[in-house]
């Protein structure tokens, strides 16, 4: 027993991303000696959260609280776990657990991101043997596994297909790597001025300027592609690319590994990457989740629990 509820904004059936999240009591998953609890500080909001609110990716089990961009204290650490301790700042991804065995195809070679044996996404999954379903970060507390918490650079010129939440990380990480030139690629021309301040040298708006692959073609090494449509023009993506260039779509390797991320943070740290937010009081999660649909956020909207988060963590 804990001194503290679990709970959090709960979707129960596809009409939770038109504002009708309820904020209710959930029964987190059962404790084991893997596991941490989490005060819940910040959590970002990802449009994989609306997509699982929708059950735009197949059946959602509601109910469901989305966000696995989640900051916050540990309050109580598992006895498995060593390099955490209770007071500890934490984070959590997208993944939840593996089995992390030695004979696991993937978790042998260090992939857990890849487990096909035991994997659970960080909400919207149920733990095997029993231990319960996964809830995400719009919440007051999360539990999850102790172990989950955590090409560009110079004479490379890059492309970063959708500057949105996902896409200014690509701006402000390739300027860090020390690629020559960042090239910001979305459909219109009104983001123009906010990329380049991200740190962009060009900017192309392919719904603005029916010459854009013709006037860029042969142009870059590198295109990380981080938008997914029926409508999306591949073939004039790829015409950017010089001979030997690479086309990446983000989504095709699944999730980073704990390793990944934290050689990412380190790098960030060093390099002073930081993301443009917008601070969202946890109790308007409702109204956050409309504005992010609408496509209002610029570039990531973070929920704050002012119950639990400090000035000084802001």
């Known amino acids: 027993m804990t001194d503290y509820k679990f709970e959090g904004w ?32 910040h959590c970002g909001i990802c449009g994989s959260d609306l997509h699982t609110l929708r059950s735009g990716w197949g059946a959602t089990p509601y109910p469901c609280c989305v966000g696995h961009e989640i900051v916050g204290k540990a309050v109580r650490v ?30 042998g070679i260090g992939k857990w991101n890849y487990c096909s044996r035991g994997a659970v996404n960080t909400y919207g999954s149920v733990y095997p043997d029993g231990e ?12 999850t596994n102790g172990h989950f918490q955590n090409g ?23 300027k860090a790597l020390g690629a020559d030139k960042v090239v910001g690629i979305s459909r219109r021309a009104s983001k123009k001025d906010e990329v380049l301040q991200l740190g962009a040298d060009a900017y192309i708006a392919t719904a603005d300027d029916k010459d854009w692959a ?7 090494d590198l295109i990380i592609c981080t938008v997914s449509s029926g409508d999306m023009p591949l073939q004039d993506y790829l015409k950017l690319l010089r001979v030997g260039g690479t086309f990446i779509q983000v ?28 601070l969202r009081p946890l109790k308007e999660a409702n109204q956050a989740v409309i504005d992010m649909e609408a496509g209002k956020a610029r570039y990531r909207y973070v929920l704050v629990n002012e119950k639990h988060a400090s000035k000084s963590n802001l």
């Open 10 to 41: 709960l979707g129960r059936t596809p009409e939770a991303i038109n504002g009708k999240m309820e904020w209710a009591e959930y029964e987190p998953k059962k404790w084991t000696e893997d596991d941490v609890d989490i005060q819940v500080t």
């Open 78 to 107: 598992g006895k498995n776990i060593s390099h955490i301790k209770v007071g500890d700042r934490v984070g959590v991804g997208a993944q939840g657990r593996s089995c992390m065995k030695s004979d696991c195809p993937e978790c």
């Open 132 to 143: 319960g379903k996964s809830y995400g970060g719009y919440a007051d507390y999360n539990r």
């Open 152 to 174: 560009c650079g110079p004479g490379k010129n890059v492309g970063i297909v959708g500057v949105g939440g996902l896409g200014h990380f690509g701006v402000l990480f390739a």
């Open 214 to 220: 013709k006037t860029n073609k042969r142009t870059l």
């Open 251 to 278: 989504g095709g390797s699944l999730i980073g590994s704990p390793q990944e991320i934290q050689e990412m943070l380190d790098f960030a740290a060093e390099k002073q990457v930081k993301p443009w937010v917008e």
